[in-house]
């Protein structure tokens, strides 16, 4: 690649746009599609079971849960061995499916929230079941970038998905001590500050991961552009 070729590269906006007219092609969409079948065959065999706040609240969680673990392949880039000779920074490609993730887990989301909306009020559980699921997101997406990043694996969605699921696990067996998945009640507020801190210390480590590996300083990984090859 030349110097002359590396000038026309499309600008920031213009990239994300790129990839994403690519990522359809790319992507692993299969699992992603399989967890939003899930979703809506749950939803329609448990329709009846929704008469509580309590009972909408863990459809939400199981529609996330299962959404966070479908889409998470998205993150996987088995096209690595082109993408990573590309003047495009990591912290844009990566990015690009993060948002993708985000994305799609919305939509998946989207039946659930619409069915238990007469039982989940959005000032109070719908919103802590969304920090509780975008904590989930942010789970997958650090075990799924390190993995890709530190091991070498361009398509360890399977890991990140066993990650999350064990974390929720871990979750349950540090209840009696320090609840997190609790339904609507006076422990409410302090297992959420607890998924808070969960979503920090994951986006931190998602932070670091999106660093250019060529750089060395943060300085340096945040303003690196393309150089002539």
Known sequence: MTFADISTVPRRPVVFGELFR????????????????????????????????????????????????????LLDDPSSNITNSSPTPLRVRSGARLLLVCMAVSVGCLPATVLTSQRVSLAGEW??????????????????????????????????????VATLVGAQLVGARWPMLVGPGPQWEAAHLR????????????????????????????NRQPRPG
Do not use: N
Request: no cysteine.
């Open 22 to 73: 690519l990522y359809p092609k790319l992507l692993r969409w299969t699992p992603a599609l399989a967890a939003s079948l899930t979703v809506v065959l749950l939803l329609v065999w448990k329709e009846g079971a929704l008469g509580s706040t309590e009972a909408g609240v863990w459809m939400l969680r199981a529609a996330g849960l299962i959404m966070a673990v479908g889409t998470v392949f």
């Open 195 to 222: 998924w808070a801190i969960v979503l920090l210390l994951a986006v931190l480590v998602v932070v670091l991961q999106l660093r250019d590996p060529a750089a060395t300083t943060w300085r340096a990984a945040i």
């Open 127 to 164: 919103l802590g079941v969304v920090l509780e699921i975008a904590a989930m997101i942010g789970v997958a997406a650090a075990f799924s970038l390190t993995m890709q990043r530190w091991l070498g694996l361009s398509e360890p969605g399977q890991f990140a998905g066993v990650g999350v």
